[in-house]
């Protein structure tokens, strides 16, 4: 919870405004009080989207759905301002301070089985009133499932429909979850209540295991998952949770249960759903964190308005190893007392607000560094240097993803197919363009492509896009590359069968039968394939099996200095011996995924560049996982939503691409902010660097190019620095 920004309003309709309680794409939502002083989160649509008369109509269409819905586990539309002729659109709805079942399961692992049981029957009967009111929830995933001193409650309509609308999707991009879609949902086919179904299985999976059970990664490797592969069930072992999943993860809508014939399977398992009164049906630990937070909720005071922030180092804190807290591992990710400063939970264009603790994690620790810890000190706030906008071009409908290439620039929306640009660093001026199916990967001077309509995979020229090799993909779905990854002398990919051709003749180097689910990297001469319970090393020319390593899940392997890194699934950061697979070090609370550049890792003398959910970015000794210094950017706004700080190094440069919208210049020697820039930037990857310099992607679909501050100095060059 933060105090009102300058230009915040004081009332929203009869509601008091007293505080900010987060801020999403499509608006900020606010708590306030009504005359009669009930606390409400209200939300107010940002002032971009109120002058779109399609999408006020579309707003009005949507809170009309929602108030139609009520239930005992439904957070409940209060009232609303949704005429397209009124400004700007609103909505308030029920305050309620608790956990998301996101957080929860985060920070306390998965639920034992009765807890599951009962947030099953609770949800189920939620879904029998959204689709007994003709509506259809479309997002139900654990960011929209919220814990409550009341039981769980599902929120955020901001994407349900009548049931009898048609197919929705955003520029080509099924709206949704990618983790948590139904097949037909993925496929951008026609989504009735079945699909809530399906993704109900896949809520009950994740809060029994604490895992994602279609797996990480791109968008189009979890969208092919959902429409091709099992849901991954290992650590469930009730047979009855097995059966219910089961069934709810039947591929046709028409073999799946309805949200009532769950409720009434339910109550027939002897009885022994727990009640879902109060918190007593949840584990102690969980069960205490909502009824402290309920308690501070009933407390809380008006905040004043916040004076204007334009100082970019009062945005973070940079600590060096002496100064980071000593408090860290696995027991450390759970969280403390909450304090009053809490952030949104659950935000969406139609969200219902839950508080959550400032920061998903504690600050790192220096393992087995063996220095006192002192006080951390603040960096003097000093006014940010204006940043110069160089250009301005407009690339696509949506957020463009960036690589660079050749000394160019390359742009691609973010969606399944879209077209890739290449535009002058200098002018912003195309060069070319083509359709494009999944993400490019770049690897010096050449971008490896797959056309939208056709089953190729191109290698093409970055700077003229020039096509140097093509390669028959096969049409089975089981070797299409979501990830294509690369060597001096091997291009690699696939998803649950491998294959590997010569990155000069395109002639076939092997074909292995490994699953990389979880995560596919190349680099020092071998792949790296991440799948459930083992992590395989393979001759990138052979495809021979050099090493295995057991570890819980390990997600989006990278390969540097020699080096392996990959997380497992408690974000724990494990460095093996790329040539033999033996562990150098690990080191837990890192983070659980390396916010990619160009596929490549963010490595800078010596040191490796990691960010975690809480906003802390990590600057590592590759060689033996020593803190050098840390910085928290932003106060991990996008953990809801399953997005962390972006990072890229070019040039000499750390780019950090923050969930507060804004990007940051750093100097990787100490994390000194250099400059930052507010934009709604790109967080599916990081900001970019060529040609002295840094270009950013945008919400409606720009890519930004940003010069330094006359009174910074420039780094000259814009190559990325190789280990």
Not at 120 to 142: C, F, M, N, S, W
Not at 278 to 306: K, M, Q, S
Request: aromatic share 8%.
């Amino acid at each position: 919870m933060e105090p009102r920004q300058p230009g915040d309003p004081a009332r929203v309709g009869p509601y008091r405004v007293l505080a900010r309680l987060g801020e999403g794409g499509m608006g900020v939502v606010y708590l306030a009080r009504s005359r009669s002083g009930q606390k409400v989160a209200v939300k107010v649509i940002r002032a971009d989207f109120t002058d779109d008369f399609e999408y006020r109509e579309r707003f009005r269409r949507e809170v009309h759905a929602a108030r139609k819905v009520t239930g005992a586990f439904i957070a409940r539309v209060l009232e609303d301002e949704s005429n397209p002729k009124n400004e700007p659109p609103w909505l308030a709805t029920e305050y309620l301070p608790g956990l998301s079942l996101r957080e929860a399961v985060h920070w306390f692992g998965g639920l034992p089985p009765d807890a599951v049981r009962a947030l099953a029957a609770g949800l189920a009967e939620a879904l029998t009133a959204i689709h007994r009111a003709g509506v259809v929830h479309r997002d139900l995933k654990p960011e929209n499932v919220l814990l409550t001193a009341g039981g769980p409650r599902v929120i955020d309509f901001g994407i349900a429909r009548p049931d009898d609308a048609g197919t929705m999707t955003r520029a080509g991009v099924p709206v949704g979850t990618p983790g948590y879609m139904s097949p037909e949902q993925a496929s951008g086919g026609r989504v009735g209540p079945e699909s809530d179904l399906f993704a109900l299985g896949t809520v009950l999976a994740y809060a029994a295991t604490g895992r994602e059970p279609f797996g990480s990664g791109s968008v189009h490797s979890k969208l092919y998952r959902v429409r091709n592969i099992r849901a991954d069930l290992g650590g469930i072992s009730e047979p009855w949770l097995l059966d219910l999943i089961a069934g709810c993860h039947q591929k046709k809508p028409g073999r799946r249960p309805s949200a009532a014939q769950v409720v009434k399977r339910l109550g027939a398992l002897d009885d022994g759903v727990p009640s879902l009164q109060g918190t007593r049906w949840l584990p102690a630990p969980v069960a205490e964190a909502i009824d402290r937070r309920t308690a501070e909720a009933r407390g809380l005071p008006e905040f004043p308005v916040a004076p204007s922030r334009h100082a970019a180092n009062d945005a973070a804190t940079v600590q060096t190893p002496e100064a980071a807290p000593v408090d860290g591992g696995r027991d450390a990710a759970r969280p403390r007392r909450p304090s009053r400063r809490m952030l949104l939970g659950g935000m969406g264009a139609l969200g219902v607000v839950a508080l959550t603790a400032d920061g998903v994690l504690p600050p790192p620790r220096d393992e087995g560094s063996g220095r006192r810890p002192v006080r951390s000190s603040r960096v003097p706030p000093r006014p940010s240097p204006p940043v110069a906008l160089r250009w301005r071009r407009k690339v696509s409908d949506y957020y463009p993803n960036l690589i660079v290439s050749d000394g160019v620039v390359l742009a691609k929306e973010y969606a399944p197919i879209g077209v890739l640009r290449a535009l002058d660093p200098h002018t912003g001026r195309t060069l070319w363009k083509r359709d494009t199916y999944g993400n490019p990967m770049a690897f010096g001077d050449v971008v490896y492509q797959v056309p939208a309509d056709e089953n190729r995979l191109l290698a093409l020229r970055g700077s003229s896009g020039a096509t140097l090799w093509s390669h028959p993909l096969s049409r089975s779905g089981a070797e299409f590359p979501s990830t294509v990854v690369v060597t001096e002398s091997a291009v690699c990919y696939g998803v649950t069968r491998l294959t590997a051709i010569d990155a000069h003749d395109r002639r076939l180097l092997w074909t292995a039968g490994v699953n990389s689910q979880y995560g596919l990297s190349a680099g020092a001469g071998i792949v790296a394939a991440a799948s459930k319970k083992t992590f395989v090393g393979l001759s990138a020319r052979s495809g021979r099996v050099r090493w295995t390593y057991d570890m819980d899940h390990g997600f989006s392997p990278m390969i540097g200095y020699g080096m392996v890194f990959v997380w497992d699934r408690h974000m724990t950061l494990h460095t093996l011996r790329a040539r033999d697979g033996t562990l150098v070090w690990k080191r837990p609370d890192s983070g659980y995924e390396f916010p990619l550049q160009n596929g490549h890792l963010p490595l800078w003398r010596g040191n490796l560049y990691v960010g975690r959910p809480d906003g802390i970015v990590l600057a590592l000794r590759a060689a033996t996982g020593e803190l050098v210094w840390w910085r928290r950017f932003g106060h991990g706004e996008g953990a809801s939503y399953d997005r962390v700080n972006t990072l890229g190094l070019y040039g000499g440069t750390l780019y950090v691409g923050c969930t507060d919208r804004h990007a940051y210049a750093v100097n990787p020697a100490d994390g000194r902010v250099l400059w930052s820039h507010g934009a709604d930037l790109t967080l599916t990857s990081a900001p970019v660097g060529v040609a002295g310099l840094a270009f950013i992607g945008t919400k409606d679909g720009y890519v930004e190019a940003l010069g330094p501050p006359s009174n910074t100095p420039s780094h000259s060059g814009g190559t990325r620095a190789h280990p």
